[in-house]
Nanobody, 122 residues
Framework: QVQLVESGGGLVQAGGSLRLSCAAS????????MGWYRQAPGKQRELVAS???????TYRDSVKGRFTISRDNAKNTVYLQMNSLKPEDTAVYYC????????????????WGQGTQVTVSS
């Protein structure tokens, strides 16, 4: 089975920084896309940033210039460096791995981490 384990959330003042990490473990043959989503209370889960295996990156507009996503393919790990944090960034952040294969002959699946709380105080 494939598991995603997140770390790095916490409480920070506005203007501060946090770095999230997510490591995928298990019998992994390949992972295409990795990314971060977030969900604030009473709101839908939304994409924050994603990165493909080839390095193509997408950010939601509200985090451009403040957040940086990166990936270590050898370690099946994705990172999210969050700078200049704002109270509106407060949410549970979820790691996502999409089109994950455990072998070249089996199908591709999507996995989620358990979520890590990020709280930005004003």
């Amino acid at each position: 089975q494939v598991q995603l384990v997140e770390s790095g959330g916490g409480l920070v003042q506005a203007g501060g920084s946090l770095r999230l990490s997510c490591a995928a473990s298990g019998s992994i043959y390949s992972i295409n896309d990795m990314g971060w989503y977030r969900q604030a209370p009473g709101k839908q889960r939304e994409l924050v940033a994603s990165i493909t295996g080839g390095g193509t990156i997408t950010y939601r507009d509200s985090v451009k210039g403040r957040f940086t996503i990166s990936r270590d393919n050898a370690k099946n790990t994705v990172y999210l460096q969050m700078n200049s944090l704002k109270p509106e960034d407060t949410a549970v952040y979820y790691c996502n791995a999409d089109r994950v294969r455990v072998s070249s002959s089996l199908g591709a699946y999507r996995y989620w981490g358990q979520g890590t709380q990020v709280t930005v105080s004003s």
